[in-house]
């Protein structure tokens, strides 16, 4: 309830007007930021306004449109996007479904992503959205001693109220991308640093480990 008082408008921040932007947006927000999504999106929806159109598109064209746009990994999502409109087209009369199980049929559509709609399309997840920020800022306010998602989503979904969940990854998602930082968390000026048992120690709590150097091919 602190940290909500601190974020009351805590939100998505991936742009949408649909189930269906939304969906796509999520898709594409693996492995980079929802600023460069949102650049992104309003050029595709502009050509592929729903999922029949997305569906009868050329994966190369939407590929193309994606790496023009600086969209890393365009290919695969291109191939993704494409692919879960023509789902949704054969199998849901070219509507988002609103189950977990259904959702996670869809091509690059994870238990992630599914919640992620769930939650903010329908205002009913199965599950809480355990990305990065959600992960570290659970470890750092001693929610869970895990650092594998899935079990971080049990420890959360055993300690919130199912009517909490969407709102709980919201807010520890502006939490973690404006004050409780991965790096240099900004412990001084965060309002909960009187209860949380991170304060001013966080640094190395919960932060992924370093990328073991790539070693250099030998003179030949
Ligand atoms: S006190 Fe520090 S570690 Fe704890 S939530 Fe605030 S910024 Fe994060």
């Not at 999502?77 to 609103?98: F, Q, T, W, Y």
């Not at 869970?144 to 109220?161: H, M, N, V, W, Y």
């Not at 404006?178 to 304060?199: E, H, L, T």
């Amino acid at each position: 309830m602190r940290l909500r008082t601190l974020h009351p408008d805590a939100h998505c921040e991936l742009d949408h007007r649909s189930p269906f932007e939304l969906l796509v947006a999520t898709v594409l927000s693996a492995q980079t930021t929802d600023v460069l999504v949102n650049k992104v999106t309003p050029h595709l929806f502009a050509s592929y306004p729903d999922a029949r159109a997305l569906a009868g598109a050329d994966p190369g064209e939407v590929s193309a449109l994606l790496r023009r746009l600086g969209m890393g990994m365009f290919n695969q999502k291109a191939k993704n996007i494409v692919g879960l409109s023509r789902d949704l087209v054969e199998r849901h009369g070219g509507e988002v479904p609103r189950t977990l199980d259904e959702l996670v049929r869809l091509p690059g559509v994870g238990r992630k992503t599914a919640n992620v709609v769930l939650g903010v399309a329908f205002g009913a997840p199965e599950g809480v959205v355990v990305d990065t920020h959600v992960q570290r800022l659970s470890q750092r306010l001693g929610w869970t001693r895990s650092d594998k998602p899935e079990q971080i989503e049990r420890d959360l979904g055993a300690l919130f109220p199912r009517r909490d969940w969407d709102m709980l990854s919201h807010t520890l998602v502006f939490h973690g991308r404006r004050i409780c930082f991965a790096k240099k968390p900004a412990c001084g000026g965060c309002g909960i640093n009187d209860v949380c048992p991170s304060a001013f120690r966080a640094e190395n709590v919960g932060r992924k480990p370093p990328r073991a150097p790539r070693r250099r091919a030998a003179p030949t």
